[in-house]
């Protein structure tokens, strides 16, 4: 990866966002009244390389050994901002019919350096919304460090319930200048939406130049602590309090159990009993998260490192768990445990198919990266009797008809974007065993390939009947 600044460690730059159990995102009699957990859900991104600055998912039976989901593929994609996200973390509501999935807008791997991206860079966090832990919302801009002066960054998001003040209390890293010195500091503010905030705060800090990004706080209820909050300084730092705003305690830190080189920690409490992981990024070695296990957050001794975890075949960056109910789990991998993606093969070229380039449309052979030619066809955006294409590599980027030549585009609200992504899957013209897309809002015409370009035209000749002519495949 990237060096940072002398005054940051690697990975503190890199992230701060972390995961809480879900009982830590309600109110203590609400959690009680919960479903019991049965799986769990990593939300994370997996580095700098091409497409790494997006959002995965990963599931796991047991908290401990994990299964990439949507076929290791990106499940949510930014169109925003830098075009990049890291650090996820997923919020519940407290009645648990709500999601907010938040992010850091921040793409390194686009070229940007890290001075840059910590001076100069988004002072906004992405967040998606959504009513089932699958269907996810256009995303949205939340402009949390636009308020502070000398503002350069907004990193690592954390949220956590609080039941007191019935909003959430919201907190990330931002690099501002306080006191004649610049650096990073823990900022707070209070939402219920994740729209709109109060003002910022600085909410904690580290003395003279220390730097302060990855910091993750936990509702446990347990040794003597309401909350217990694990910090990156040169080694993972524990403490305990029992207010989001009063005192805290340092409770002691992790460098006799990790040896160093750890940052980003992310909680987990294990679903069948009173214990807790503590995930750790092996940033100094590369090699992604390891987790220390503790049935007592407050007895900092007694944290013990294991070796019986795998983490699947993509690398896990700083992100989050989320402790799954029954039916959250079903839904999620019912999604995306084995998910379907379809190609458009040519009916009149049958070794071509349809493939976005440069977000333009076209058929090709040997398409590569194959997911480029990937689509889940959904229910049309304008009609569930109708289908949309939406990309594999480019989740919630449909293909759509602009003054009849195709783009590969992000979603848009409003009716014209969702009538010009939706067609109606009827019989082959050229032969019927096959399938044509005629477009919902221009129903004479349809989907068709002109000098390997795809158009959207009307179809009247033999050999416009075989071009609007294609094969769905898996």
Not at 199 to 222: H, K, M
Request: no cysteine.
């Amino acid at each position: 990866m990237s060096t940072p600044p002398s005054r940051l460690s690697r990975r503190g730059l890199l992230t701060a966002a972390a995961a809480v159990p879900a009982a830590a995102l309600f109110p203590a009699s609400a959690a009680m009244a919960q479903t019991s957990y049965t799986g769990y859900l990593m939300a994370h991104f997996i580095g700098e390389g091409s497409g790494g600055e997006q959002i995965y998912l990963s599931h796991s039976d047991d908290g401990l050994n994990w299964t990439d989901l949507n076929r290791g593929q990106i499940v949510l994609r930014s169109p925003l901002g830098t075009k990049g996200v890291r650090d996820p973390i997923i919020v519940r509501s407290p009645a648990g019919d709500r999601y907010w999935l938040i992010a850091t807008d921040l793409h390194i791997g686009s070229g940007t350096s890290w001075s840059d991206a910590a001076n100069r860079g988004s002072r906004n966090l992405v967040v998606w919304e959504s009513a089932d832990l699958v269907n996810w919302s256009i995303p949205w801009l939340l402009p949390v460090a636009a308020s502070i002066s000398d503002a350069g960054d907004a990193w690592a998001p954390e949220a956590i319930w609080d039941a007191a003040a019935g909003n959430y209390f919201l907190y990330w890293a931002t690099n501002s200048t306080l006191n004649g010195e610049k650096k990073h500091r823990i900022w707070s503010a209070r939402t219920t939406d994740f729209r709109s905030i109060t003002t910022p705060q600085v909410y904690f800090e580290r003395p003279g130049t220390e730097e302060l990004i990855d910091t993750q706080i936990i509702e446990a209820n347990t040794g003597g602590f309401r909350y217990y909050r694990a910090s990156k300084n040169t080694q993972i730092v524990i403490e305990g309090g029992n207010s989001l705003t009063g005192s805290w305690t340092r409770l002691g830190d992790l460098a006799n159990i990790t040896g160093g080189g750890v940052e980003g920690p992310m909680w987990a409490k294990f679903n069948d009993r009173n214990e807790w992981a503590l995930w750790l990024d092996q940033y100094a070695t590369g090699r992604g998260y390891m987790p220390v296990l503790t049935t007592n957050p407050a007895a900092v001794s007694g944290y013990r490192k294991v070796t019986n975890y795998n983490l699947g075949s993509n690398l896990k960056r700083h992100g989050y768990i989320l402790n799954l109910t029954s039916a959250e789990e079903t839904r999620v991998l019912s999604r995306f445990q084995n998910p379907v993606f379809n190609r458009l093969q040519s009916y009149n070229y049958q070794d071509r198919y349809v493939r976005h380039y440069s977000m333009d449309v076209r058929i090709d052979p040997g398409v590569s990266p194959v997911a480029d030619s990937q689509f889940r066809l959904v229910p049309g955006l304008a009609s569930s009797s109708a289908v949309s294409f939406e990309s594999v590599n480019f989740p919630g980027h449909f293909l759509r008809h602009v003054n009849y030549d195709f783009v590969l585009a992000p979603r848009q609200s409003g009716g014209t974007f969702n009538a010009d992504a939706t067609f109606n899957r009827v019989a082959g013209l050229a032969d019927s065993s096959w399938n044509s897309f005629s477009s919902y809002n221009f129903p004479t015409r349809y989907i068709r390939h002109y000098g390997y370009t795809l158009r959207l035209d009307p179809i009247g000749t033999a050999t416009e009947r075989a071009d609007a002519t294609f094969r769905v495949t898996t």
